[in-house]
């Protein structure tokens, strides 16, 4: 149905097979720092106008690996068209970041949410399916949703925040309630990814972007555990074959990498307040380690970005049977970097990453 | 000189002496929560004048005592009193947060610091000797300093900021005129806290409030390297009896307990995200550990109050003499907390924890 694989590079490190040198993408790759993508943004008009048109979404998405030898392409998408195709209606304020015209504010509207969304949601996999064809095989493509609990907080503040007030007094003081709204969103995540998968997607990414505001027994009841459920519900719908390797990224999630393995996922994205060689011993077989370089790195000297890219190389170390190593940025790369210093990040990873595969 | 201590708890427990109940105080419990803070404030007229008026300052730091049993007082200050008495001007903007009218923006305003702030800053003693003859032996007094690597993130940056743009380009680009200027900051701490013990303190606590922001070396070479010169340059001053235990608090710090510990401080503070359980487990026979209910509890009923508090006492577990624990809030209490819930919060210490004391 699709062309056949030419650069298997990321798969085959989060199946922790051997490959010639470490692959690398970046959280962001297709976005702002890219004046290419500004355009075609300018040309969209609106931000969803961008994410719900898949011609757009597929041109924003091949753009990076016109420039770089990224490893990987990623759906060019949002985290929170779940909520706006449950009837949330998503927009964007220039520099306010997201918000919801319709948040949730009372018990009925969270009892009143379907996770059936995959109608409204349409234009991803098509999107998906576009993307992979254009692809031609040249690099595998990443589908990715926001996780049920970060999903959850931006549908229950109905903006960005730094405090999370509202979610926070929900979730101390009527947690039934939140529950209710979790295994919701945990259906429709699992909906949404699956249709990813079978319209092409070739890797999964959760990203839980807020699970490290969280204390520790909240971040288990409220954001893994639904994780776990997106995980399963996943590869029980699917035969051995048609299993796709998912990476769980909690930002600040560093303490918990053992409970994250737990859930059954491929791989874990590390951000950057980590060694990723001390994550590697904590972890046990079987599961491949995405990072985790800290993207401000990105905004200083060629020489800089390159001895951090060694760094973090000389950290994870030797690629095993036991874990395969993606190279990444610990979160998203921000609109103010400099193109070329890009280019000086992969080529850092393609230079001095194969010393450490045979 | 000063009246005798009747209240040891806190002290004991961070000497990981026999106590009979676990000490409670709150970061920031002289705050914009109470109205008399506000009424204060109000009088002071602006910020710096309440933190420079040694009675002002008196009149906050003991402003909760009178409505709580904590177990100690913390002197009223800002973290940024350093870098105002080296010459960078210090102001606040309402809502913005504090700023410094002559940022380091060139390396010789780095060379031309000096590390001899105490001419300037003689208000902090006076205010610690202020505070410590009116709580004529109630509590403990706490002094504190920020972090030689967090006041250097306000020095350059200017200003609050999420981004650190500024400071990461310096940490990335000239790392050796970023250690010039820990270097004098070090000192300067090193001088301030001493001065806070010679007129009374009776703990310190060292606020690193953003080494969490940190890649694990750029934290190693650029936060805890001078937080263990702060801590040895403290200890070498002091003999065996003048010394007071040092608390070192890393927000976003719980990847680095074991390597917090080896500065050889005598308590750590812990924010939120992590479980306290698993923190004891990881440290040798030796430190204490200060936190960590997230304050965001606080804006919920007192039923989740007390169910918190009863989580974090028990997940430490009993008292022993390789730990002790002092219970606090992960950060400081926010202005928008309800002061009976804060009622709640210590009474919910004072009768759940003597059964994990002896």
Not at 11 to 19: D, H, M, N
Request: proline share 6%; hydrophobic share 40%; charged share 20%.
């Amino acid at each position: 149905m699709f062309p056949v694989l030419k650069n298997d590079r990321l798969i085959k490190s989060l199946w922790r097979e051997p490959v010639d040198r470490t692959p690398v993408w970046m959280m962001r790759q297709a976005g702002r720092y890219l004046p290419e993508y500004r355009a075609t943004r300018a040309k969209a008009g609106d931000f969803m106008t961008l994410c719900q048109t898949p011609e757009l979404a597929c041109e924003v998405t091949m753009q990076p690996l016109a420039r770089y030898d990224f490893d990987a392409a990623i759906l060019f998408s949002d985290i929170l068209t779940i909520p706006d195709a449950m009837g949330l209606e998503l927009y964007f304020v220039e520099g306010e970041g997201p918000k919801f015209k319709h948040p949730l504010t009372t018990a009925a509207s969270i009892h009143n949410l379907s996770s059936d969304v995959m109608n409204e949601l349409a234009y991803v996999p098509n999107a998906v399916a576009l993307i992979r064809h254009e692809l031609n095989g040249k690099v595998p493509l990443i589908g990715f949703s926001g996780s049920p609990w970060t999903l959850a907080t931006y549908m229950v503040e109905g903006q960005s925040t730094r405090e999370f007030k509202k979610i926070k007094a929900l979730l101390y003081e009527d947690p039934a309630l939140l529950h209710v709204l979790l295994q919701t969103l945990a259906d429709a995540v699992t909906h949404y990814l699956l249709a990813q998968i079978k319209a092409g997607a070739q890797v999964l990414q959760i990203f839980d972007t807020w699970g490290g505001i969280l204390s520790d027994s909240a971040y288990r009841e409220f954001s893994l555990r639904y994780m776990r459920l997106v995980v399963t519900g996943i590869n029980s719908n699917l035969t051995e074959a048609e299993r796709v390797p998912i990476i769980l990224f909690t930002k600040g999630g560093g303490g918990w990498l053992e409970d994250i393995q737990d859930t059954g996922c491929d791989a874990i994205g590390l951000d950057w307040p980590i060694d990723i060689g001390r994550a590697r011993a904590r972890v046990t077989d079987g599961v491949s380690l995405q990072g985790n370089m800290d993207p401000a790195v990105l905004r200083s000297t060629p020489d800089a970005i390159e001895a951090e890219v060694k760094k973090v190389l000389a950290s994870f170390g030797r690629h095993s049977a036991a874990s395969g190593h993606v190279f990444n940025l610990g979160h998203g790369i921000t609109p103010d970097i400099d193109p070329e210093n890009v280019a000086v990040f992969v080529e850092a990873v393609k230079n001095h990453s194969p010393a450490y595969h045979s």
